[in-house]
Each structure stands twice: as C-alpha cells, then as structure tokens.
C-alpha cells in the first residue's frame, strides 16, 4: 500500500461519515477523514495529516457535489467547535446519525436489530436552553476552537437562544467598561472564567458568572446592565471557582439579585432548575425521548421501575404517571434533593422514592435487598455502565431494561455486555436532541425472554 503524502490533493468519493461527523474517504487503500465532505461525493482532497493507519484532510473542491450539500449558514461553522453539519442539508445529516447509532448497536453490539426510526426535530435552531460560554482574553465570550481552548468571540449563536445573546453583549460591555480582567487559564490569574445562560419555556433566564474569586467589581452596575438587555431575566448568580482546572461550574453561589433557579415543564410535569442542575439541552425532542422510553417499558400502572442515573428525576416522574413504584438513583446529592423536591410539587411523591449514591453500589444494595422490579431504566453519562451494573441489574431479573443512551459507542459496548448477561436488544430508534452538531440519543429496549 503507497503512503499518502501530507499536504497532497488527492482525488476521491466520499462514502460516509465517522462519529465526529467527518466524511470518509479511501485513498490508495487508507481510510481519511475529511472535513466538510458530503456522502457520495467527487472531491479534491488535500491531505493535512498521516497516521499510521488514517490520515486527515479537508476538501478544496467539489467535482460531484451531493444534492443534500448547502452553504453553511453561520459566520462562524468552521472556526468553532460547536456545529459539525452545516455544510449539508437535515436529510443528510438525519442520515448520518441513524446510521451512526445502527453501526454501533450491530458491528460494536452485536445485536441483530435494525434502527428503522431517527426522530428528527421540528426545528433546527435556537433549541438550546442553556449556554455555557467560555470568556477568554479581548475580551471574548463564545465558544472554543475544535480541539483547542482558544475562545472565538461569537456575537450570536443559531444554537442559542437570542436572549442568551443579549446576555452575552451585556457581559462584554460591562467587561470593557469596567476593565474586568478575565481569567488566564495559563496563570490562574484574572476574574472571569464562564458565563453561564439557562432558558425556560416561558422565555426567563437565569445568568450565571463563573468567577476566579468571591466577588467581582461593581456588581449593582452589572445586574443593572443585564436587567436592562433582558427585561425577563429571572435571576443573576455568582459562582465561585478557584480550582486551578477545567470545571466550569463552581463549588458555591451567591445570588446577586433575582431569583437562584427556573421552573421549567417537561412531560407535564414542573421542575425546579438551580446552576447545577441536569436538564437535558433540548426540551422538545427530550419530550420525545423520554416517550419513546416510556413506551419501551410497556407499563400497566402496577410496576415497579427503578431509574439508574436519574438526576433531579425526569424520567422518574415521566415513568411514575404509568407505574406502581418508581426507585431512582443518583450519585449527586443535590439532584436528589431537588428529585424529591420535583415529585413534592408534581404530586407524585407517594409513588417515588430517591437514594443518593454510586450507581453501582445502589444497585448492588437494591439487589442484595430481594428487589425485583419490573423495568430498570439507564440513562448513564457518556461513558456508559461499568460491568459490575450490568451484572447487578442482571441479577435483580427485570423483565425489561430501556437503555437511554447519548453516547453510540458505549450504548454499543454495553448492548454486548448484557447479551452476555442473556438480556438481547429487541428494538432500538435514535431521536435527534442536538441538530446540526454530531451527537445523538438512542433508545434501545432489552429483555431476557425468547421471542417467537
């Protein structure tokens, strides 16, 4: 096989895409990952770099374009690290994340099952309802360069909400005005490290500023800057973090005026939202996710269900509508307080009961208990179940499992690691959450029994 050469054009057709979104192409029998290609077609590839056994490379022209390539719609798709999809239409990308989560459920799982349904969102843009900005020197807030930690200054995102916006240019200028020194990761000098903007249903926000230090200079001129630039804005909070690291959020708050947290909706049901709290990104197609979740479990109103990894209780609460008893565990001890808070005020607390601890501690203690439940939901973080869970929810003998998943690969890794438990994936859809970057959610249903 002949080596490529760096910073060689080379003509090849595209013929699908890797998980980070990149098309894949084969030159001269090696696999390179191109930037900004679109399946199926013709195109001058410049190589920029070889691996042993890939290389990369970006495309300086089209020769065959595809029918679902588009001209990117943002000023900064390319610069940021935020949007890998731009460049081709929401059929395509549709596409790709289907085929991503089938590719991982069938040559990394195992599983004969075939991902017939992508749900896809009715909108592509401004679904975010929170914002995390990094603020680095200039001053810039926005968002890092892929693979860097360079912030590029982005005065809007289509990501975003336009509220987050305004809050972002609020920040700027009181930075400027106030000569406010932002934080050097370098030196751990400087004030200000994020701002961070959550969003509700009914359009209120809650501003978050990350900081170096226990207070920053003229705090009564900030609130005042950013009440004036969003009337709705419900809150404004300060976060402290001196950690000489790459954590965002703080390890204590101090409300600088407003309100400490947001009421949000999601499935009918009202949730109290403070800086830390998990809620998934996307409210929509998170209404959608959990449906097909709820679906999966096939619940009669008499189950017991147990929800591994189920923060302030999203799921718990969706799935208590339709259950006997609902068990969820959470290793952070203030998603449980705010979990059992959630089903206080839903009216739901006389079907819940939370426990703070390791996921697989508690499963294993529920097991040692004689706990036999109906359905046991996993909705883990992106590195998916150690063994040892899958072998406790194994032993506890459920009747189904509904792995939620944001992560394919480990949602596949983990898919295998249970038929070896003797529980085989018997349906799988994947639901859009993140449109226009490379993530994706999947739903997979497995159970133990034979079917016909």
Not at 68 to 92: A, L, N, S, V
Not at 125 to 148: H, L, M, S
Not at 249 to 270: A, I, P, V
Not at 437 to 444: F, L, R
């Amino acid at each position: 096989m002949a080596t490529l050469e760096k910073n060689k054009i080379y003509r090849a057709r595209v013929e699908g895409y890797s998980s980070e979104g990149l098309g894949i192409a084969r030159i001269q029998g090696q696999v390179v990952f191109v930037h900004r290609a679109v399946r199926g077609e013709e195109c001058d590839i410049l190589v920029l770099k070889v691996l042993k056994n890939t290389a990369f490379g970006k495309v300086v022209s089209v020769e065959q374009p595809s029918v679902h390539r588009q001209e990117p719609d943002c000023p900064y798709y390319g610069k940021c690290g935020g949007c890998d999809f731009r460049h081709m239409d929401y059929e395509e990308e549709l596409w790709a994340k289907r085929r991503r989560v089938q590719d991982a459920i069938t040559r990394v799982g195992g599983a004969a099952v075939t991902v017939e349904t992508i749900h896809g969102a009715v909108t592509t843009e401004r679904y975010r309802n929170k914002v995390q900005f990094p603020v680095g020197d200039g001053p810039a807030i926005g968002f890092y360069q892929a693979r860097t930690h360079h912030v590029v200054d982005v005065t809007d995102c289509l990501l975003q909400p336009e509220e987050a916006g305004r809050i972002r240019q609020a920040v700027a200028e009181y930075l400027t005005t106030y000569s406010v020194p932002v934080y050097d990761e370098r030196t751990g000098r400087g004030l200000l490290r994020h701002l961070y903007v959550r969003t509700n249903r009914a359009g209120e926000s809650l501003c978050c500023l990350l900081v170096n230090g226990e207070k920053l200079p003229q705090e009564t001129a900030l609130v005042e800057l950013l009440r004036t630039a969003v009337p709705q804005l419900h809150g404004v909070v300060l976060g402290v973090n001196r950690k000489r690291n790459n954590v965002i959020l703080g390890d204590r708050y101090r409300t600088l005026w407003g309100e400490d947290s947001l009421e949000e909706t999601l499935c009918g049901h009202r949730f109290r939202l403070s800086v830390p709290s998990f809620f998934q990104i996307n409210r929509d197609q998170t209404e959608v996710l959990y449906a097909r979740a709820l679906a999966f479990a096939g619940l009669t109103g008499t189950e017991t269900v147990v929800d591994l990894y189920c923060g302030i209780g999203t799921i718990s609460l969706t799935m208590a509508e339709k259950a006997g008893q609902v068990i969820g565990v959470e290793v952070v001890p203030e998603a449980i307080a705010d979990a059992k808070e959630n089903a206080r005020r839903n009216g739901l607390e006389h079907k819940t009961r939370f426990a703070c601890g390791d996921a697989s501690q508690l499963a294993l203690q529920l097991e040692r208990e004689g706990l036999r439940p109906d359905v046991v939901v996993v909705d883990p973080p992106r590195k998916g179940l150690a063994p040892d869970v899958v072998q406790s929810i194994a032993r506890m003998a459920p009747q189904r499992v509904v792995y939620v998943s944001c992560d394919p690969a480990t949602m596949g890794r983990d898919v295998k690691r249970f038929a070896e438990q003797g529980y085989l994936a018997r349906k799988a859809e994947a639901v859009d959450l993140f449109p226009r970057t490379a993530h994706v959610e999947s739903v997979v249903l497995l159970t133990k029994e034979q079917e016909d």
